[in-house]
């Protein structure tokens, strides 16, 4: 569907557009609280403040909505490998992990239960929301996977490791403790997580 035109065929102006993001907003305020298989069109449709029939105008499923809103995420997330590209020299390198952890964090807070879904799908084979995930995080395993591979090649690390496996675990360590960060803290002080992951995501990066 082109964001520029429903359902229908008819082109969205300003008021339609309002109406096709309330929806999206209240389909992400509604994962908050339910889980996937117990939102339906309807409910978006109510917490929107619009009719049932209206949210058939714009989607064709929840589902749809959903990938919108993951669409949305991924854009937010390519952000992510301006870290992995800054200075990464001496000291700086931790700034530049710090600065990235941060990030991941924002976006998790920003984008949460989008994301909770979107991996959920994902690892259950769902072929749209599999691509999703790759495409959000495409950027930034190839920044974080030639980085580690100037590394390797310089003998920071041990031969038998592989930089682009490295690059999706270091990845996926940083979105685990964004995903885990509440529980995480029930036992530790934010800036302690914050550091600690800056450090490993350093260590498994440079190997220094």
């Known amino acids: 569907?082109?964001?520029?035109?429903?359902?229908?065929?008819?082109?969205?102006?300003?008021?339609?557009?309002?109406?096709?993001?309330?929806?999206?907003?209240?389909?992400?305020?509604?994962?908050?609280?339910?889980?996937?298989?117990?939102?339906?069109?309807?409910?978006?449709?109510?917490?929107?403040?619009?009719?049932?029939?209206?949210?058939?105008?714009?989607?064709?499923?929840?589902?749809?909505?959903?990938?919108?809103?993951?669409?949305?995420?991924?854009?937010?997330?390519?952000?992510?490998?301006?870290?992995?590209?800054?200075?990464?020299?001496?000291?700086?390198?931790?700034?530049?992990?710090r600065a990235y952890v941060l990030e991941v964090l924002n976006l998790w807070n920003d984008h949460g239960p989008v994301l909770r879904v979107e991996q959920m799908l994902a690892d259950m084979g769902e072929p749209a929301f599999a691509e999703s995930r790759i495409r959000r995080l495409r950027r930034l395993h190839l920044a974080l996977e030639r980085r580690i591979a100037q590394a390797h090649a310089n003998g920071l690390h041990p031969q038998g490791l592989n930089p682009r496996l490295a690059s999706y675990e270091t990845a996926n360590l940083v979105e685990s403790v964004a995903a885990g960060f509440d529980l995480m803290r029930r036992a530790d002080t934010p800036e302690a997580i914050i550091e600690t992951t800056a450090h490993v995501v350093v260590k498994l990066t440079t190997g220094r």
């Open 1 to 97: 569907m082109s964001e520029t035109t429903n359902k229908l065929g008819h082109r969205i102006r300003t008021r339609g557009a309002r109406t096709r993001r309330a929806l999206l907003d209240a389909l992400r305020a509604l994962l908050n609280t339910k889980h996937l298989g117990e939102i339906r069109a309807a409910d978006v449709a109510m917490a929107a403040g619009v009719s049932a029939p209206t949210f058939y105008t714009y989607f064709a499923s929840v589902e749809e909505g959903l990938q919108l809103l993951c669409e949305e995420a991924g854009e937010d997330f390519q952000r992510l490998a301006a870290h992995i590209h800054a200075d990464w020299s001496g000291d700086r390198a931790f700034e530049a992990a």
